[in-house]
């Protein structure tokens, strides 16, 4: 290990000469128009989807108790 040569860092960082770069300035295009909302169309299939939801859970626990009841009764 004493032959090996001690390590002497990273190479020194040279910064770029002045003005490397053009000066440019991106002007943003004018903002789209969002498309209109259908309200109540939104809030109707969100209570579809909390009905279903819901609906998915009661068959979930109920589904869970029969497993429970069946693997009680069984032992």
Known sequence: MSDET????????????PGWRVESVALPGEPRRMPPQDHAAIDAAEQRA????????LVSVALMFTVLIIGLVEF
């Open 6 to 17: 001690a390590y002497e860092g990273p190479p020194v960082n040279v910064p770029p000469p």
């Open 50 to 57: 909390r009905l279903v939801t819901q609906w998915l859970t």
